[in-house]
DNA sequence: CTTGAAATACTACTACG
DNA sequence: CGTAGTAGTATTTCAAG
């Protein structure tokens, strides 16, 4: 076995400020304000969005295709509102696994992206090894999903749901 | 007082039936490939959106825009990784009040939306009151937003923090 | 009630200053 | 970055299934 792969990285605290400090420190006061817009409504017209940040429709044109070209802007995509679409329950459930290898880890991710309904799923610290949150219609479902699915999922010791009674706040808005 | 406040609703299971069973029940193949596509990527245009689900352009902008006035669509927005911009660490927090009285949880919730990066606020059954997801630059800048305000959140007992290690899904994509 | 074809108005996009 | 011009799109009208 190379002997290099356990060399401990240098820290090398020195170059850390090479890395951009804030890549939104690179975007200016339009920039910002025209992120602030498309995270609100991306459905307005180049030209309203040029106007609202009083620039010319080609120059704010570029603006938008650069910060889609530069990753900031990951996609543009309609809402649906979960209850309309007959999903009104949420729930949060914490998972954890009975053995802590990386095929465990990696068996279950591979199963937990299939669940229906499932709209996030993260490794955490703490008591927990993953949190899910899922999106079903009512108790009855997710009761079902639970029997059926969640229960059988790979690798799992326990699972712990915790449903949610009332949405506060649920914004893909992002502070800028 | 009303005495009717307190009158017992009938359960009336018979007329359950008569709530939409299902919302999505009212929309035929088009109208699901359509919402299909705009959950993935809203920034189409409408003439190669329409191609899409082999419609003519008129017809499908009808369609995307009654979806829109239901409701159902609630919003057409732009996402933002939020590596790029300068937030990649997300941290689930659990949270427990010390009363619970209507006005506790009231003035914690008006207090909650204000915290800078909170993605998502929901009031939870078990053995949390809240869960919420904040979004923020990295450990440091957690540890800081952490002492300097989620303490300090109004009627608290209890923050137990989920730092999340590996975002395995993040999606808006609802199940159709 | 919904569709599709044609006509118009507006917008995105390009080239250039 | 802005102005002007072109190409293409969104949107309305209307006739037909």
Redesign the pocket.
Known sequence: MNATKFRRPSTAVTTAAAVPADPLQALDR?DRAILRQLQTDASI????LAAKVK?????C???VERLKESGLIRGVVALIDPKAAGAGMLVIIGVVLDRSTPESFAEFEKAAQMVAGCMECHVVTGEFDYFMTIRTRDSDSFNRLHAEQLLYLPGVRQIRSFMVLKEILSTTKFPL
Do not use: K
């Not at 017209?45 to 309203?48: F, G, H, I, R, T």
């Not at 620039?55 to 120059?59: N, Q």
């Open positions: 339009i017209s180049n030209v309203a620039l010319s429709a080609p120059a044109l570029r603006r």
